[in-house]
């Protein structure tokens, strides 16, 4: 698809049955078989709604064994926000504040952004991203792939487009960092904070938001019945953020914990950057971790 042509991405989200799997893929990967049972439609009818999402770039499809895995990618609504949405959001949220401030009974109004100290003009907000994932696999497993394989489930869009790697020293006071493909190119995200093993991981750092930010992100690992794991996600971050910087960075972490970590931890297939630079679209090269 090229990213200046929307009009497969406008009709596959033109029938209802359509966005209601892509609800479902929000949540979680599902097989074509599971899709199929879930919708009163014959079976054949689901993959043809399915083979439109695929064309539009809304999901993408990966076998494994007699099984077709479908998973939501996130890029191609973030386009259609980039053009069509963000352009109008400032003129939405100032209609909003007047309105808010209006029944409320205040009087006078500002467009400026307000500090944490109430100033104005400085651009410095508050966000919090919250988020409990349920794993098929024990503490230990998630531990590891959250400290030792970072760049088999973290990638693109969510990194440079010039990065060759992503790196985390596993150690309190180690860096997470991206490599590029320049001379002497790289980003450092965030340092290791805290280290629990087994148990939790703590970065502190900008992790991808303007500078000066400062993000906390903490996973906090729960075991549960059965040998499984309750992963607590938390990022809390103070600096220039805003209502597109949160819903990014909500629907971002949701999906790098919720599809691509979980798709490594549980079924060992590499959504990440390790994957994506050998030829993660491609069906007919492994994405399996060795």
Known sequence: MRTDDYSLIWKALAAEIRREILDLLRERPHTTGELAQTFAVSRFAVMKHLSVLEQSGLITVRKQGRERWNTLNPLPLQLIYERWMHPYEAEWSHALLQLKRVAEGSTGYTTEPRSAEGEQGTGLQFLTVTLDIPFLSTPRHVYDALLHHVSAWWGYPY?????????LEPFVGGRLYEQWNKPEGGALL???????A?????LVGPIGLPEPSQCVVVFRLEPVEDGQTLLHFSLEAFGHVDARSQMMYEAGWKDLMDIRLRAFVEREIGYGLDYQLQGWFDEEKAVEKP
């Open 159 to 167: 990194v440079h487009r010039d990065s060759t790697s992503l790196i």
């Open 198 to 202: 087994d148990e939790e991981v703590r």
């Open 190 to 196: 965030a340092t290791v904070s805290y280290l629990k």
